[in-house]
């Protein structure tokens, strides 16, 4: 990806935090990613920055003054908003972002973000303090729950000489960032259907056979998909997590409950991605009452469930892209590489789940995915949400292929 946003108009808004000059390198970083810039500051930004430096950097006026061409200025907030692929603000005040949590348009940039559909992405920069007031905190999830991305500060020295966090995200996060935002809609047309979590196999009615899959990496793939305007149905086994933004989710609790719901709606998708870590045996029978403790050995008879990811790779009709994943804790990729054939999978995600910090129950994943067609990508260590866009984006190209 080396001009992600080539072709794409990014509004720019910097505001009045310390961190405005800052404003001026993601103005650059935007342009070199190949963005239109239309970079606009509020009051306050001028005290830090002039329009000067961002009309030279980006080679369009830079409009400061709502009011300075009344008949104008109502066409250029709605049509700048209108063809925006991203309304971006960074650095945010605390200030912007009450504006923005509130809806006020009293400033060209909040203008643009209300007239605007596009994605806003917002990369708060102030004291450590001001950061962490609940006032700040609340408009900030007032934001993200509406679908903003919010570019988190990073700890560090503050202007002020204080440590803390509230220094302005990395530059180059936030073009990664805005690149994906805009990126958004790129799965419109695209019908997806995500496995997540573990099943549990009931041994009586209060014990269970399950593992230790947290939902977090499948979650985070329904989550991707749909940010990324695809119509997503997530089939999720138990799991604690808030169900994604814009997925349809269908609730189980064993292999067999799984397999009914995957299948039943496999023929109405483009593409599954099994990610949930289904149970491979399950109890031959579930004890109607709780079982007694007894004084000799217990030998409890498994089964093995059905092979849900490999029954619909076996049903599916031209087009259709089935990918799965592959935990392991030894000979990965061999092993990985013969699960894809013996399913009949177009690729698989392949993890080493005995490494500290990635795979199961953890924030992050690393890995290699494997391609029925040949090749492989490399998946190296990063966030599951990160990592979910990494293996769609791979989805896209297969389907391009095909
Ligand atoms: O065979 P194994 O469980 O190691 O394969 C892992 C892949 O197969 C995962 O994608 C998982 O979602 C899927 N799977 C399945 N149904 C099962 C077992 C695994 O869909 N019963």
Redesign the pocket.
């Known amino acids: 990806m080396d001009r992600p946003l080539a072709g794409k108009t990014i509004v720019l808004g910097i505001t009045g935090s310390i961190a405005a000059y800052k404003g001026a390198e993601v103005a650059r970083r935007l342009m070199k990613a190949g963005a239109e810039v239309h970079a606009t500051l509020t009051r306050a930004g001028c005290e830090f920055i002039t329009p000067l430096t961002l009309r030279t950097l980006t080679r369009n006026p830079v409009t400061v003054d709502m009011f300075e061409a009344p008949e104008e200025w109502e066409v250029k907030h709605v049509s700048l908003a209108q063809r925006a692929s991203a309304v971006v603000v960074a650095p945010a005040s605390a200030n912007a972002i009450a504006k923005l949590a509130l809806g006020l348009a009293d400033e060209f940039i909040y203008a643009v973000a209300l007239a605007s559909r596009a994605p806003l992405v917002v990369a708060p920069a102030m004291n450590t303090n001001m950061y962490l007031h609940p006032a700040t905190r609340e408009n900030l999830d007032r934001l993200r729950a509406r679908g903003a991305v919010v570019v988190e500060p990073e700890e560090g020295e503050l202007a002020s000489g204080a440590v803390g966090q509230g220094r302005l995200a990395d530059p180059e996060a936030i073009v990664a960032a805005v690149a994906r935002a805009a990126g958004r809609g790129d799965l419109q047309e695209l019908r997806a259907l995500v496995?997540a979590g573990p099943t549990r196999e009931p041994l009586d009615p209060v014990r269970f056979i399950s593992n230790r899959s947290s939902g977090r990496m499948g979650y985070a793939l329904a989550g991707a998909a749909a940010e990324r305007g695809a119509r997503v149905t997530l089939v999720s086994g138990p799991t604690e997590l808030p169900p994604p933004r814009g997925c349809e989710v269908v609730r189980v609790t064993t292999?067999e409950e799984m397999r009914e719901a995957v299948t039943r709606r496999f023929p109405e998708c483009d593409v599954l991605i099994?990610?949930?870590?289904?149970?491979?045996y399950a109890p031959a029978r579930a004890e109607p009452t709780k079982m007694k403790r007894g004084a000799g050995p217990l030998t409890v008879e498994l089964r093995p469930?059905?092979?849900?990811?490999?029954e619909c790779a076996r049903a599916r009709r031209e087009g259709q892209i089935v990918v799965?994943?592959?935990a392991e804790t030894e000979d990965l990729l061999p092993r990985a590489r013969e699960?894809m054939k013996d399913?009949g999978l177009d690729a698989i995600v392949a993890n080493d789940v005995s490494v500290e910090g990635i795979g199961f129950e953890s924030e992050e994943n690393a890995g290699v995915m494997l391609l029925a067609k040949g090749g492989e990508v490399r998946l190296e260590k990063m966030p599951k949400p990160a990592f979910a866009h990494a293996v769609w984006e791979v989805v896209k190209e297969l389907r391009g292929a095909g």
């Open positions: 496995t292999a099994a990610a949930a870590a289904v149970a491979d469930t059905a092979d849900i990811v490999a799965g994943f592959a699960k399913k």
